[in-house]
């Protein structure tokens, strides 16, 4: 899966969070965001894995602009585990995997 990100920034309020952040992951690799913190990097995160929009500049996934892909199409190709995840109730490991098999179901 290819990522790239051209000139993204994110506004919060009136605080500029992200400024204006491009870069291009080609094919499959391991990437890390380093940065101090409240320097945006979850931020950035976020608009990739579409939990927030970018208010200025374009995220693309395999060439396709995020935000013309439904919801569903991004989440097959993307899925996110967060660190902290506050369920009112119990999953093991098995039923937290098959969560990210929804949006291949009908």
Do not use: W
């Not at 992200?18 to 499959?28: K, M």
């Amino acid at each position: 899966m290819d990522i790239r990100c051209v000139s993204a920034s994110v506004r919060i309020g009136s605080r500029k969070i992200v400024n204006s952040v491009s870069f291009e992951v080609v094919g499959p690799k391991f990437v890390g965001i380093i940065g101090s913190n409240g320097s945006g990097k979850s931020t950035l995160l976020k608009c990739i894995y579409r939990v927030l929009e970018p208010s200025e500049g374009v995220i693309y996934i395999d060439n396709t602009q995020l935000g013309s892909l439904k919801v569903q199409e991004s989440a097959k190709k993307l899925s996110v585990v967060a660190q902290h995840n506050f369920y009112n109730f119990d999953f093991n490991v098995q039923e937290v995997v098959l969560m990210g098999r929804a949006p291949h179901k009908k």
